[in-house]
């Protein structure tokens, strides 16, 4: 008998897929896992978007390549604006970069644990996802073990730990490695570094970035990727025509202006990050020292998955996940401060 699936790739029928974070509907719920911003997106940015639609731009298409966008991102973060590529959220950066660099049968190299992601993307191109064990203290061992990758992604800051990798061993790994190396700054905007100015330099090297977590546009959906010009060039030839539409392209460049909003909005998270992390270390968690905005908060006594149960009774909502080389925990966002009092008071109760 025909059946509409025979008709599916192996490789699809194959895989499990990617599974996002919960989206819950309805009201009263504390939503403490997926990462977004607890503040709202800047003013600027909300004020571009709406000029957009009192005009007649939606019936026309979007620049497809982000000219303004790009030109303004070049100058705050000192490069070519010729090096931007545009996506329709840094996952869409992803995929342009596994179908441009891995071929059918094909490998794409991660530490673990890291971002579910990149096996989902790695089995869609019919190639293979291998893991790395990061080192005891969450850094990358060396020598390298794993150095003829199509493609080698490291989450910098890592999810779900929010721990860092230095740029020396970055640059280290780019040295060793005979494919490009992606560096996946999802987070990076909450931490004290990053490697744009490193990746730069490197012929093998791209850094992708996301406005969803810092700048409060999760449901925009944009994000981009710097690295040199004449790769940018090819990318630009396996993206959607018009993977951006002009609202998303109107409200990122607004946001990116509008550095004094975000710096207050970051320095608001950080300083929430810093009391979340010290209170659950009073809880018994053990907490690792994050440069995301988001906890890792495992424990020893016992595991985390009735936590998370009776935490989602409750309607909070955290991340549980389960590696086996390192047992569970759960990823907590860092929200507002009412959230992150909430979220600790049903905790005490609880534990």
Same mark, same amino acid.
């Given at each position: ?8 790739? #192996? ?53 497809? =390549? ?57 089995? !869609?191109?019919?190639?293979? =996802?291998?893991?790395? +064990?990061?080192?005891?203290?969450? &850094? ?16 910098? #800051? ?19 490695? %005979? ?16 490697? !744009? ?11 992708? %970035?996301? =406005? ?31 993977? /951006? ?17 975000? &710096? ?21 968690? +053990? ?10 908060? /495992? ?31 759960? %990823? ?20």
């Amino acid at each position: 008998m025909t059946t509409p699936t025979q008709y599916v790739r #192996p490789a699809i029928l194959a895989m499990s897929g990617y599974t996002p974070g919960e989206q819950p509907r309805g009201d009263g719920i504390v939503k403490l896992n997926t990462n977004e911003n607890p503040y709202p997106p800047s003013p600027r940015a909300l004020d571009a978007m709406m000029a957009i639609l009192r005009t007649d731009r939606l019936r026309k298409y979007p620049d497809p =390549l982000g000219t303004a966008f790009r030109e303004t991102a070049g100058k705050l973060y000192g490069v070519d604006p010729d090096g931007i590529l545009i996506g329709n959220g840094s996952d869409d950066i992803l995929t342009i970069l596994t179908r441009t660099f891995v071929p059918e049968g094909g490998l794409v190299v991660s530490p673990s644990p890291s971002y579910l992601l990149y096996k989902t993307l790695a089995d !869609i191109q019919g190639g293979r =996802l291998e893991t790395v +064990r990061f080192a005891s203290d969450w &850094q990358l061992p060396t020598p390298w073990p794993k150095r003829d990758a199509h493609l080698t992604f490291v989450a910098n #800051p890592n999810s779900p730990t929010g721990t860092i990798v230095p740029n020396a061993a970055l640059e280290r790994l780019a040295g060793e490695l %005979r494919g490009p190396l992606v560096v996946d700054e999802a987070y990076a905007d909450f931490a004290e570094t990053n490697a !744009i100015s490193l990746i730069i330099k490197l012929p093998n090297g791209i850094v992708t %970035r996301t =406005l969803s977590t810092s700048y409060g546009l999760a449901g925009l959906r944009f994000g981009f990727a710097i690295t040199s010009p004449s790769l940018v060039r090819e990318l630009i030839k396996v993206k959607d025509s018009y993977n /951006c539409d002009v609202l998303s392209l109107a409200g990122a460049q607004a946001a990116l202006e509008d550095q004094e909003y975000f &710096q207050a909005t970051r320095a608001k998270i950080i300083a929430t990050r810093t009391r979340m992390q010290r209170l659950l270390a009073t809880l018994g968690f +053990r907490v690792e020292l994050t440069h995301a905005n988001f906890v890792w908060a /495992c424990r020893k006594d016992r595991p985390v998955k009735p936590i998370f149960e009776e935490l989602k009774k409750r309607n909070i909502l955290v991340r549980y996940m389960n590696y086996p080389e390192y047992g569970d925990g759960l %990823r907590i966002s860092v929200g507002s401060d009412a959230e992150i009092d909430q979220l600790l008071d049903e905790l005490k109760t609880i534990i």
